[in-house]
């Protein structure tokens, strides 16, 4: 059951990857673009969803037992990353502030 809950906790980061890769592009893009800041982290949103459920069948299919573990394991990495980075982001941007000032 261990080896679930590590596999889900991965699983979990790997599920926010595409989120970072998203939040990204959106620098890239231009006030203009038909691509426009919102689509891309739709997009990329959904491809998130598509690897979490993805990650979530595989381990059904191998090992059924041990499913809610991993998938619990996989939620609560996906949310405690994405609290992790969005309070890093929060506070990198008002050391920055303050270094302007």
């Given at each position: 059951?261990?080896?679930?809950?590590?596999?889900?906790?991965?699983a979990?980061i790997i599920?926010?990857?595409?989120?970072?890769?998203?939040?990204?592009?959106?620098?890239?893009?231009?006030?203009t673009?038909?691509?426009?800041?919102?689509?891309?982290?739709?997009?990329?949103?959904?491809?998130?969803?598509?690897?979490?459920?993805?990650?979530?069948?595989?381990?059904?299919?191998?090992?059924?037992?041990?499913?809610?573990?991993?998938?619990?394991?996989?939620?609560?990495?996906?949310?405690?990353f994405a609290i992790?980075?969005?309070?890093?982001?929060?506070?990198t941007g008002?050391e920055?502030?303050?270094?302007?000032?």
């Open positions: 059951m261990a080896a679930a809950i590590v596999c889900g906790a991965l979990g599920g926010f990857l595409p989120l970072i890769a998203g939040l990204r592009m959106t620098r890239k893009v231009t006030a673009s038909n691509f426009g800041h919102m689509s891309i982290l739709l997009l990329s949103l959904i491809i998130s969803f598509v690897l979490m459920f993805a990650f979530a069948i595989i381990c059904v299919n191998v090992a059924r037992d041990v499913a809610m573990p991993f998938v619990l394991a996989e939620a609560v990495a996906l949310s405690v992790a980075f969005g309070v890093k982001r929060t506070l008002k920055k502030q303050e270094k302007k000032e």
